[in-house]
C-alpha cells in the first residue's frame, strides 16, 4: 500500500498564495498519475488537478485553471500545488491521490474512483 501525507495548508486572505505538497512512502510509485482532489463543506468531492507519472501531462479543472500549477518530482514520489490568486470558494479539505494503474504516456483522470490511494488531507481556508 502506498503511503500519501498532504502537508502545506492553512489560513490565507484572498488573493495569496499557497503551495500543497504530497509525499507518498511505502513503495516507490511507478502507477499512472497523481493528483489533487478537494471537498468544501455540503460539497462532493472534486477533481483540481493532476499529472501524468511518465510523460509529465496536467489536467486541471476549469474552475483552477490558470491559477493553481501541479508539478512533481519523481525521484521523491511528491507531487505540489502551487495555487496562486486564492478565493473563499477555493476553501476546502484537499487530498492528494494516487492512481496506481500501469502507466501510460499522458493520461490522467478527472474521476475519483480512478485514484486507489489517498491521503488523509490538508485543510486551505481563504477568507475574504
Known amino acids: 500500500q502506498v503511503q500519501l501525507v498532504e502537508s502545506g495548508g492553512g489560513l490565507v486572505q484572498a488573493g495569496d498564495s499557497l503551495r500543497l505538497s504530497c509525499a507518498a512512502s511505502?513503495?516507490?510509485?511507478?502507477?499512472?498519475?497523481m493528483g489533487w482532489f478537494r471537498q468544501a463543506p455540503g460539497k462532493e468531492r472534486e477533481f483540481v488537478a493532476g499529472?501524468?507519472?511518465?510523460?509529465?501531462?496536467?489536467v486541471y479543472a476549469d474552475s483552477v485553471k490558470g491559477r493553481f500549477t501541479i508539478s512533481k518530482e519523481s525521484a521523491k514520489t511528491t507531487v505540489y500545488l502551487q495555487m496562486n490568486s486564492l478565493k473563499p470558494e477555493d476553501t476546502a479539505v484537499y487530498y492528494c491521490?494516487?492512481?496506481?494503474?500501469?502507466?501510460?504516456?499522458?493520461?490522467?483522470?478527472?474521476?475519483?474512483?480512478?485514484?486507489?490511494?489517498w491521503g488523509q488531507g490538508t485543510q486551505v481556508t481563504v477568507s475574504s
Open positions: 491521490a494516487a492512481d496506481s494503474s500501469p502507466p501510460g504516456t499522458w493520461y490522467v483522470s478527472r474521476r475519483s474512483a480512478t485514484y486507489d490511494y
Open positions: 511505502g513503495r516507490t510509485f511507478s502507477g499512472n498519475a
Open positions: 499529472i501524468n507519472w511518465s510523460g509529465g501531462s496536467t
